[in-house]
């Protein structure tokens, strides 16, 4: 391990570890020296992952999660626990939203409340039962993955309501955490064509330029490109950084959330 390395001996979990934007931070995560853990319901991507980062002789660990699960969540932590024996940082990257959210207005309502548990219930359901072991932790942080559809009249109704549920609950997390030295934040990436998103618009990359909706989103954005992985991968470093933010959100999303000057 190099002197410079910023989380030498810290324990980073998390969730949706083994997607773009996941795959993207615990990599940064683990150069930057803490044991990463990538907790995922994709075993093939978490394992092949694992081993790229084992094989760039960085210290990283699968397991199978379902955020979804509480009972398989208890379990992992457990693990966790046993193995680890703290948590020092916990990311919530799992969730997006579901092909079915599409429909918009038309969506079912089952769709909805799917949406709910895997954005806004998966992320309550970790941080809760994660809370022993990041008591445990250095300068413990929880960093929560929001959108700047939060902050926007745009997307689909479920995923939108659920990220903006999901910030609510980062500040009263935040608020009830600050007393056991915990900080609480959240990144609200812009759009990042990852492949999932790539398949959830059109199928293919120069496809998804094409699409109205990230045409016009794009004409929208301050900045002339859309996010790529590494870009979100550096605000959870900043947000577990600094060190008296707490109850905020980080938006990284070239300004589209800010809204274009029409003058
Ligand atoms: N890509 C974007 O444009 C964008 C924009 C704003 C916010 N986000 C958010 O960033 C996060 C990552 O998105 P991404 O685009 O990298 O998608 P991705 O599909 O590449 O990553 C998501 C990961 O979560 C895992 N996952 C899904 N359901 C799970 C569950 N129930 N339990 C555990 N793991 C589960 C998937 O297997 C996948 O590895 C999501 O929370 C998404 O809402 C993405």
Same mark, same amino acid.
């Not at 030498?8 to 995560?29: N, P, S």
């Not at 044991?35 to 978490?46: F, K, L, Q, Y």
């Not at 009249?153 to 007393?179: F, I, M, Q, W």
């Given at each position: 391990?190099?002197?410079?390395?910023?989380?030498?001996?810290?324990?980073?979990?998390?969730?949706?570890?083994? +997607?773009?934007?996941?795959?993207?931070?615990?990599?940064?995560?683990?150069?930057?020296?803490?044991?990463?853990?990538?907790?995922?319901?994709?075993?093939?991507? +978490?394992?092949?992952l694992e081993g790229k980062l084992r094989r760039k002789g960085l210290a990283a660990t699968f397991m199978h999660m379902d955020v979804r699960n509480e009972s398989e969540v208890e379990r992992v932590m457990n693990e966790v626990g046993r193995k680890f024996r703290k948590i020092d940082h916990l /990311?919530?990257?799992?969730g997006g939203a579901l092909p079915?959210?599409?429909?918009?207005?038309?969506?079912?309502?089952?769709?909805? *409340?799917?949406?709910?548990?895997?954005?806004?219930?998966?992320?309550?359901?970790?941080?809760?039962?994660?809370?022993?072991? /990041?008591?445990?932790?250095?300068?413990?942080?929880?960093?929560?993955?929001s959108t700047y559809n939060a902050a926007m009249?745009?997307?689909?109704?479920?995923?939108?309501?659920?990220?903006?549920?999901?910030?609510? /609950?980062?500040?009263?997390?935040?608020?009830?955490?600050?007393?056991h030295g915990i900080r609480v934040n959240a990144v609200a990436p812009g759009a990042?064509?990852?492949?999932?998103?790539?398949?959830?618009?059109?199928? *293919?990359?120069?496809?998804?330029?094409?699409?109205?909706?990230?045409?016009?989103?794009?004409r929208r954005t301050p900045m002339p490109r859309f996010g790529k992985p590494e870009d979100i991968a550096q605000a959870f470093l900043s947000a577990v950084k600094l060190k008296f933010m707490t109850g905020h959100v980080l938006r990284v999303d070239g300004g589209a959330s800010s809204g274009r000057h029409v003058v």
């Open positions: 391990m190099e002197e410079h390395e910023s989380l030498r001996k810290t324990v980073t979990f998390i969730t949706g570890g083994a +997607g773009d934007i996941g795959g993207a931070t615990a990599e940064l995560f683990a150069k930057e020296g803490s044991h990463v853990i990538i907790a995922d319901v994709n075993d093939a991507a +978490g394992k092949k /990311l919530n990257i799992a079915e959210e599409q429909k918009r207005l038309d969506m079912s309502v089952q769709t909805f *409340r799917d949406s709910l548990e895997l954005n806004l219930v998966g992320p309550f359901t970790v941080t809760k039962h994660a809370f022993p072991l /990041l008591k445990k932790g250095t300068n413990p942080t929880v960093v929560n993955t009249a745009v997307g689909n109704p479920a995923y939108t309501s659920a990220k903006a549920g999901l910030e609510g /609950l980062t500040r009263y997390l935040a608020s009830h955490l600050a007393d990042v064509p990852t492949k999932r998103v790539i398949a959830l618009y059109g199928g *293919r990359k120069n496809e998804l330029e094409k699409n109205p909706v990230f045409k016009e989103l794009k």
